[in-house]
C-alpha cells in the first residue's frame, strides 16, 4: 500500500488495485469502490483489518474459501475477480484484501428499510433468486453461513430497469471462525438469521442457510424479522427455544401456502427442512406456479445509510480479553457490514432491526434465557445487622406459615389441574378465528394445511391434540386448516410422464396410466404428456383417479399401391404421400411390363410413420417384339435390341446349315409367339424361308 494510515483511500494494492471510496465499513473489514489498473475496470475491494493477516489458519483458511467462491460462477453470484496480501508480513500495515464485481446500487436491507414490507411478487422474485445462488454453492460444496439482507445486493443491469439481485460474501464468515472459534464456544454470524444448530454447537451446513433464508423470506414478507429484544443473547436463545411465527400473523393477506413455506423452512429440527437451497428453491417455484404469480421487476435500492469516510486515526484496537464486555467497548460502525471480532463487546442493538455479525458466547445463548437481577446495594457482609426484637420475627414466622400453606394448596391445585385447559373446537372457524380460540385459553397456535373433500379451503379441520383433549397452559396446538378440495394440476401439454405423475400425487390425486387410450398427435412427442382427464383446473375427491394421456407420436401412414405405374409416377405419388421412395432393383414379372412397378418394401397398404424410406421394385420383363414377315437381318436386331438372343446364332452367316445367309431369307415364324412376356436374355426360335 501507499499509505500508512486507516484512510486507504488513494492506495493501490498489490501495485494494481487502486481504492477509490468507502462503500461500508464494519469491525471485519471494509468494502471500497476501486479499479483495477491493469484491466481498468471498476471493482469493489474487500479489505480484511490487519490483525487477521498475520494469523495463519486465517491466512489459510481465507485463502481456501476465496478460491472456492471464485470457482461459482453464477448470475446471481457477486464474482470474486481476485485475492492477495499487501504489505510487509508482522507489520500492523499488512491486510489480506478480496477483489470483487461492483454491483452498483444498494442492498436489500436497503430496500427493507425504505420500503417495508415487499409486494409479493418482489418477495417470491427476490428469494427465487438468492435460493438460486445458494443452490449453486451448495452444489459446489460451499455454506454460506451469513444469509443476510445485508449481503443481498441489488445493482443496476436487469431487463427493463430491473434490479439484479446477487448474493455476495460466500464464505468470509466461515474464514473468520476458522480462527475465531477454535473451541467452539463462541457463536458466529448475525443472530436474527442464525439457525438454532449454528446457536448450540456451532454447525453449519445446507440446511443451516436455507433456516435463514427462511427468516429472510419471513421478514421481505413482513418488514421485520420475527425475534427481537434488547439483547442478541436474547434473540439466539429464541431461535433455540421457540418455534419461528407464521407471517400471516402480522400480515394477514398472506396465502396460506407461503406460510406454510416459511415455517417448512426454518424447523428447528434441521432433517425437517428442505436439504438445501435447490430443494428450497423447487418448493418456492411451485407454490409460485400455484398462486400465479409471475417474476416482477426488483427495485433497485438507494443506501439508507451512506458510510462516512473513516478518519485518519489509528485502527481502533481489540480489546483484552479482561475487557471483553465492558461498557466501554463500542458497537460496530455500520449496520452494512457489522462484524464483530470475537473478544469484542457485544451490544444491544439501537432499534428493533436485527444488528449485524456478532460473536456471542454460546453458554449464554443455550441457557435457560432467565436473566437474574443483580444484587442491591445492602450493608456489607461483615456489617452486623441491628438486632431484631421477638415480637417482630414471630409475626414474620406467622404470615411465612400462612403463606407456605396458601402456597402449597395453591401449587397442588396448580399441578393437579389449574395448568391444564381443554382444548377447543376450532372446526368451521378461519384461521384468525382459531388462532384467537386457542389463544383465550393461554394456548399456541401453529397451522399447517391439507386437502379436504367437504370443508372450505381457509377453515379449520381438526387440532393436535384432539378437540376437548387436555394440554398445559402455553403448549403448541397444531391447526390443520383445509386447502379445499384437489385440483387436477395444470400439466401442459409435453411434460414428461414422471413429472406429470408427480404434480397429481402432490394435489393428492391418484394418477392413472392406460396405454390403449394413449393417442397420436403431430405437435406432441412421442412418450410425452399429451393430455390429462379430468381437465387441468377441474376440482375434485381427494383420490380421484386423473388419467394420463400420453403421445404416440405422428399416426403412421399407409403405403400407397404403386404397382403397374412408371417408376417417375410412382415416386411422385409416394412423395405427394410423405414418404421418401429409393430405387431398389429390378425383377421379372408376367404381370408387369417393363420399366413399371413390380412391388414396393414395405408394400402397399402397410402404415408406417411419416417420412419412411419406401423400396421401389421395377420390373425388368421384355414383351416379345412380332420380327414375321421380316428379313432375317431386320428380325435378329430387333431382338437384340430387346435384350434377346435369336437361337443357333452363334454359328456362322456364311454356314448353309446357320440361320445367317443371304438378306433374302424372310421369317416366316417364331417361338415364343410375338407378345409374349420374357425375361431378358431368354433365346427365340426363328423360323425362315427358304
Given at each position: 500500500?501507499?499509505?500508512?494510515?486507516?484512510?486507504?483511500?488513494?492506495?493501490?494494492?498489490?501495485?494494481?488495485?487502486?481504492?477509490?471510496?468507502?462503500?461500508?465499513?464494519?469491525?471485519?473489514?471494509?468494502?471500497?469502490?476501486?479499479?483495477?489498473?491493469?484491466?481498468?475496470?471498476?471493482?469493489?475491494?474487500?479489505?480484511?483489518?490487519?490483525?487477521?493477516?498475520?494469523?495463519?489458519s486465517f491466512v489459510e483458511r481465507f485463502e481456501r474459501e476465496a478460491r472456492s467462491a471464485a470457482k461459482l460462477h453464477h448470475p446471481h453470484v457477486v464474482a470474486v475477480h481476485d485475492q492477495g496480501f499487501d504489505g510487509t508480513p508482522g507489520s500492523e500495515q499488512r491486510r489480506a484484501f478480496l477483489v470483487m464485481e461492483l454491483v452498483d446500487g444498494g442492498t436489500l436491507r436497503d430496500l427493507l428499510e425504505g420500503r417495508g414490507a415487499l409486494t409479493l411478487p418482489q418477495v417470491?422474485?427476490?428469494?427465487?433468486?438468492?435460493?438460486?445462488?445458494?443452490?449453486?454453492?451448495?452444489?459446489?460444496?460451499?455454506?454460506?453461513?451469513?444469509?443476510?439482507?445485508?449481503?443481498?445486493?441489488?445493482?443496476?443491469?436487469?431487463?427493463?430497469?430491473?434490479?439484479?439481485?446477487?448474493?455476495?460474501?460466500?464464505?468470509?464468515?466461515?474464514?473468520?471462525?476458522?480462527?475465531?472459534?477454535?473451541?467452539?464456544?463462541?457463536?458466529?454470524?448475525?443472530?436474527?438469521?442464525?439457525?438454532?444448530?449454528?446457536?448450540?454447537?456451532?454447525?453449519?451446513?445446507?440446511?443451516?442457510?436455507?433456516?435463514?433464508?427462511?427468516?429472510?423470506?419471513?421478514?421481505?414478507?413482513?418488514?421485520?424479522?420475527?425475534?427481537?429484544?434488547?439483547?442478541?443473547?436474547?434473540?439466539?436463545?429464541?431461535?433455540?427455544?421457540?418455534?419461528?411465527?407464521?407471517?400471516?400473523?402480522?400480515?394477514?393477506?398472506?396465502?396460506?401456502?407461503?406460510?406454510?413455506?416459511?415455517?417448512?423452512?426454518?424447523?428447528?429440527?434441521?432433517?425437517?427442512?428442505?436439504?438445501?437451497?435447490?430443494a428450497f428453491l423447487e418448493q418456492l417455484r411451485a407454490i409460485r406456479g400455484e398462486l400465479g404469480i409471475q417474476r416482477t421487476a426488483v427495485p433497485i435500492p438507494a443506501p439508507q445509510h451512506p458510510p462516512q469516510q473513516p478518519a485518519q486515526s489509528p485502527a481502533p484496537q481489540l480489546p483484552p480479553p479482561e475487557q471483553a464486555g465492558s461498557p466501554e467497548a463500542s458497537p460496530p460502525e455500520s449496520d452494512a457490514e457489522r462484524t464483530?471480532?470475537?473478544?469484542?463487546?457485544?451490544?444491544?442493538?439501537?432499534?428493533?432491526?436485527?444488528?449485524?455479525?456478532?460473536?456471542?458466547?454460546?453458554?449464554?445463548?443455550?441457557?435457560?434465557?432467565?436473566?437474574?437481577?443483580?444484587?442491591?446495594?445492602?450493608?456489607?457482609?461483615?456489617?452486623?445487622?441491628?438486632?431484631?426484637?421477638?415480637?417482630?420475627?414471630?409475626?414474620?414466622?406467622?404470615?411465612?406459615?400462612?403463606?407456605?400453606?396458601?402456597?402449597?394448596?395453591?401449587?397442588?391445585?396448580?399441578?393437579?389441574?389449574?395448568?391444564?385447559?381443554?382444548?377447543?373446537?376450532?372446526?368451521?372457524?378461519?384461521?384468525?378465528?382459531?388462532?384467537?380460540?386457542?389463544?383465550?385459553?393461554?394456548?399456541?397456535?401453529?397451522?399447517?394445511?391439507?386437502?379436504?373433500?367437504?370443508?372450505?379451503?381457509?377453515?379449520?379441520?381438526?387440532?393436535?391434540?384432539?378437540?376437548?383433549?387436555?394440554?398445559?397452559?402455553?403448549?403448541?396446538?397444531?391447526?390443520?386448516?383445509?386447502?379445499?378440495?384437489?385440483?387436477?394440476?395444470?400439466?401442459?401439454?409435453?411434460?414428461?410422464?414422471?413429472?406429470?405423475?408427480?404434480?397429481?400425487?402432490?394435489?393428492?390425486?391418484?394418477?392413472?396410466?392406460?396405454?390403449?387410450?394413449?393417442?397420436?398427435?403431430?405437435?406432441?412427442?412421442?412418450?410425452?404428456?399429451?393430455?390429462?382427464?379430468?381437465?387441468?383446473?377441474?376440482?375434485?375427491?381427494?383420490?380421484?383417479?386423473?388419467?394420463?394421456?400420453?403421445?404416440?407420436?405422428?399416426?403412421?401412414?399407409?403405403?400407397?399401391?404403386?404397382?403397374?405405374?412408371?417408376?417417375?409416377?410412382?415416386?411422385?405419388?409416394?412423395?405427394?404421400?410423405?414418404?421418401?421412395?429409393?430405387?431398389?432393383?429390378?425383377?421379372?414379372?408376367?404381370?408387369?411390363?417393363?420399366?413399371?412397378?413390380?412391388?414396393?418394401?414395405?408394400?402397399?397398404?402397410?402404415?408406417?410413420?411419416?417420412?419412411?424410406?419406401?423400396?421401389?421394385?421395377?420390373?425388368?420383363?421384355?414383351?416379345?417384339?412380332?420380327?414375321?414377315?421380316?428379313?432375317?437381318?431386320?428380325?435378329?436386331?430387333?431382338?437384340?435390341?430387346?435384350?434377346?438372343?435369336?437361337?443357333?446364332?452363334?454359328?456362322?452367316?456364311?454356314?448353309?446349315?446357320?440361320?445367317?445367309?443371304?438378306?433374302?431369307?424372310?421369317?416366316?415364324?417364331?417361338?415364343?409367339?410375338?407378345?409374349?412376356?420374357?425375361?431378358?436374355?431368354?433365346?427365340?426360335?426363328?423360323?425362315?424361308?427358304?
Amino acid at each position: 500500500m501507499t499509505r500508512t494510515d486507516e484512510n486507504l483511500v488513494g492506495a493501490l494494492l498489490d501495485r494494481r488495485y487502486r481504492v477509490d471510496g468507502l462503500l461500508a465499513r464494519g469491525g471485519m473489514s471494509s468494502v471500497y469502490r476501486g479499479l483495477d489498473t491493469r484491466l481498468d475496470r471498476p471493482v469493489a475491494i474487500k479489505i480484511m483489518d490487519s490483525r487477521f493477516a498475520d494469523d495463519r489458519s486465517f491466512v489459510e483458511r481465507f485463502e481456501r474459501e476465496a478460491r472456492s467462491a471464485a470457482k461459482l460462477h453464477h448470475p446471481h453470484v457477486v464474482a470474486v475477480h481476485d485475492q492477495g496480501f499487501d504489505g510487509t508480513p508482522g507489520s500492523e500495515q499488512r491486510r489480506a484484501f478480496l477483489v470483487m464485481e461492483l454491483v452498483d446500487g444498494g442492498t436489500l436491507r436497503d430496500l427493507l428499510e425504505g420500503r417495508g414490507a415487499l409486494t409479493l411478487p418482489q418477495v417470491l422474485t427476490v428469494a427465487e433468486d438468492v435460493l438460486s445462488a445458494l443452490g449453486a454453492a451448495h452444489a459446489a460444496g460451499l455454506v454460506h453461513r451469513d444469509v443476510k439482507p445485508e449481503n443481498v445486493l441489488i445493482g443496476r443491469g436487469g431487463q427493463a430497469g430491473s434490479g439484479v439481485v446477487k448474493v455476495g460474501d460466500f464464505g468470509l464468515v466461515r474464514a473468520v471462525a476458522a480462527t475465531a472459534n477454535t473451541t467452539g464456544s463462541v457463536i458466529l454470524g448475525t443472530v436474527a438469521y442464525l439457525s438454532p444448530e449454528q446457536v448450540t454447537d456451532g454447525s453449519a451446513s445446507e440446511r443451516g442457510d436455507v433456516y435463514s433464508a427462511g427468516i429472510l423470506l419471513y421478514e421481505m414478507l413482513t418488514g421485520h424479522v420475527p425475534y427481537t429484544a434488547d439483547t442478541p443473547i436474547s434473540v439466539a436463545y429464541r431461535h433455540v427455544n421457540d418455534d419461528v411465527p407464521a407471517p400471516s400473523a402480522a400480515r394477514s393477506d398472506l396465502p396460506p401456502a407461503l406460510d406454510d413455506l416459511v415455517l417448512r423452512a426454518t424447523r428447528r429440527d434441521a432433517d425437517a427442512r428442505p436439504a438445501d437451497a435447490t430443494a428450497f428453491l423447487e418448493q418456492l417455484r411451485a407454490i409460485r406456479g400455484e398462486l400465479g404469480i409471475q417474476r416482477t421487476a426488483v427495485p433497485i435500492p438507494a443506501p439508507q445509510h451512506p458510510p462516512q469516510q473513516p478518519a485518519q486515526s489509528p485502527a481502533p484496537q481489540l480489546p483484552p480479553p479482561e475487557q471483553a464486555g465492558s461498557p466501554e467497548a463500542s458497537p460496530p460502525e455500520s449496520d452494512a457490514e457489522r462484524t464483530v471480532p470475537v473478544m469484542q463487546a457485544v451490544t444491544a442493538p439501537t432499534s428493533d432491526g436485527p444488528t449485524g455479525t456478532q460473536a456471542l458466547p454460546r453458554s449464554a445463548a443455550t441457557a435457560s434465557g432467565a436473566a437474574s437481577e443483580p444484587p442491591g446495594d445492602g450493608p456489607p457482609r461483615d456489617e452486623p445487622a441491628a438486632p431484631r426484637r421477638r415480637g417482630g420475627w414471630l409475626a414474620l414466622w406467622l404470615v411465612a406459615a400462612l403463606l407456605l400453606v396458601g402456597g402449597v394448596g395453591a401449587g397442588g391445585w396448580w399441578l393437579l389441574s389449574g395448568r391444564y385447559v381443554d382444548v377447543p373446537d376450532i372446526s368451521g372457524l378461519d384461521r384468525q378465528q382459531a388462532a384467537q380460540a386457542l389463544r383465550n385459553v393461554d394456548l399456541t397456535p401453529t397451522f399447517e394445511q391439507e386437502r379436504h373433500n367437504t370443508v372450505p379451503s381457509g377453515t379449520g379441520i381438526r387440532t393436535d391434540p384432539p378437540a376437548g383433549a387436555q394440554a398445559e397452559q402455553g403448549d403448541r396446538v397444531t391447526v390443520m386448516l383445509s386447502l379445499g378440495k384437489p385440483v387436477v394440476p395444470d400439466i401442459q401439454p409435453g411434460t414428461s410422464v414422471e413429472q406429470a405423475q408427480q404434480a397429481i400425487e402432490r394435489a393428492r390425486l391418484t394418477p392413472t396410466r392406460d396405454e390403449n387410450a394413449d393417442q397420436y398427435s403431430t405437435d406432441v412427442e412421442q412418450g410425452a404428456v399429451l393430455s390429462v382427464s379430468p381437465q387441468p383446473g377441474t376440482q375434485a375427491n381427494i383420490g380421484t383417479n386423473v388419467a394420463i394421456v400420453v403421445s404416440k407420436g405422428p399416426e403412421p401412414l399407409p403405403v400407397p399401391s404403386v404397382v403397374g405405374r412408371s417408376r417417375d409416377e410412382a415416386f411422385t405419388t409416394l412423395q405427394n404421400a410423405g414418404f421418401e421412395p429409393y430405387d431398389a432393383g429390378e425383377e421379372f414379372s408376367t404381370e408387369v411390363a417393363g420399366g413399371h412397378v413390380v412391388r414396393t418394401d414395405p408394400a402397399d397398404g402397410e402404415t408406417v410413420d411419416e417420412g419412411t424410406r419406401i423400396g421401389v421394385y421395377v420390373s425388368d420383363a421384355v414383351d416379345v417384339p412380332d420380327v414375321q414377315g421380316r428379313p432375317l437381318p431386320d428380325a435378329r436386331q430387333l431382338l437384340s435390341d430387346a435384350g434377346l438372343t435369336v437361337a443357333g446364332d452363334e454359328g456362322d452367316e456364311g454356314d448353309a446349315g446357320g440361320l445367317g445367309g443371304d438378306r433374302f431369307v424372310l421369317v416366316v415364324g417364331q417361338s415364343p409367339d410375338p407378345g409374349k412376356r420374357v425375361e431378358p436374355g431368354t433365346e427365340i426360335t426363328l423360323s425362315t424361308l427358304p
